[in-house]
């Protein structure tokens, strides 16, 4: 039985986020799956490294919480709007908080290389965007898949990564909106 972690990045529990995180966790639990899931605005936590790496903040008891259950993962599911060409704040601190020296990764000594420390993983990362997802990629260059991908999951030795958007969302019809989250189930019943 695959250990999936869903974990929901969207501030707002009336999002199409949420929607297609059902979706997902839907099909996830119809194939089998042993599904937990984190929705990141409903955690009791500063958002804010307040010291950068300088100084060690406590994580509280939600962010220990939602660590055990990235721990416990064998692939993780994010769930998030592209806003700015990023992650929603919110997911940025989650990030910032957890993904630290020593938990996520650790400097190798007299290196300028990397000891990833959550290999064994895999991910598949869904985002929503209001342009469509060719465009993200040709003119764009796709900044928040590559920052969430290369530069977070895969620098901590989650791999492989997938990419799903479900782009063009202020132009969707509530058909079109239908078909995503048909789309999304899918990949959850895959288990990918």
Same mark, same amino acid.
């Given at each position: 039985m695959k250990?999936? !972690?869903? %974990?929901?990045?969207? &501030?707002? &529990? ?5 929607g297609l #995180?059902? =979706?997902?966790?839907?099909?996830a *639990? @119809? #194939?089998? $799956?042993?599904l937990? @899931?984190?929705?990141? $605005?409903?955690?009791?936590?500063n958002?804010?490294?307040?010291f950068?790496?300088?100084?060690r903040m ?7 919480? $939602? +660590?055990?259950? %990235?721990?416990? =993962?064998?692939?993780?599911?994010w769930?998030?709007?592209v806003?700015?060409? /990023? ?12 993904f630290?020296?020593?938990? =996520? ?6 290196? *300028? ?7 064994g993983?895999? $991910?598949?990362? %869904? @985002?929503t965007?209001?342009? &469509?997802g060719?465009?993200?990629?040709? *003119?764009n260059?796709? &900044? /928040?898949? +590559? #920052?969430?991908?290369?530069?977070? !999951? ?6 492989? *990564?997938?990419?799903? %958007?479900?782009?063009n969302?202020?132009?969707t ?7 995503s ?9 895959k288990l990918?």
């Open positions: 250990r999936i !972690l869903l %974990i929901n990045g969207h &501030p707002d &529990p009336e999002s199409f986020c949420q #995180a059902r =979706a997902y966790e839907d099909g *639990v @119809t #194939a089998g $799956a042993d937990k @899931t984190i929705r990141i $605005a409903d955690l009791q936590f958002p804010n490294l307040q950068g790496y300088r100084q406590t994580l509280e008891p939600d962010l220990l919480d $939602a +660590w055990e259950k %990235i721990q416990w =993962a064998q692939h993780l599911v769930v998030f709007p806003w700015w060409g /990023s992650v929603p704040a919110i997911t940025k601190g989650f990030l910032d908080r957890l630290l020296p020593g938990m =996520a990764f650790s400097k190798k000594e007299h290196s *300028v290389w990397y000891n990833k420390l959550l290999k993983r895999s $991910a598949r990362i %869904i @985002t965007m209001d342009q &469509p060719w465009w993200c990629l040709l *003119v260059r796709r &900044p /928040s898949h +590559w #920052a969430m991908k290369k530069l977070t !999951l895969n620098f901590c030795g989650i791999s492989p *990564v997938k990419t799903t %958007i479900v782009g969302l202020n132009r019809t509530e058909k079109d909106r239908l078909r989250l048909e789309k999304i189930r899918q990949l959850g019943i990918g």
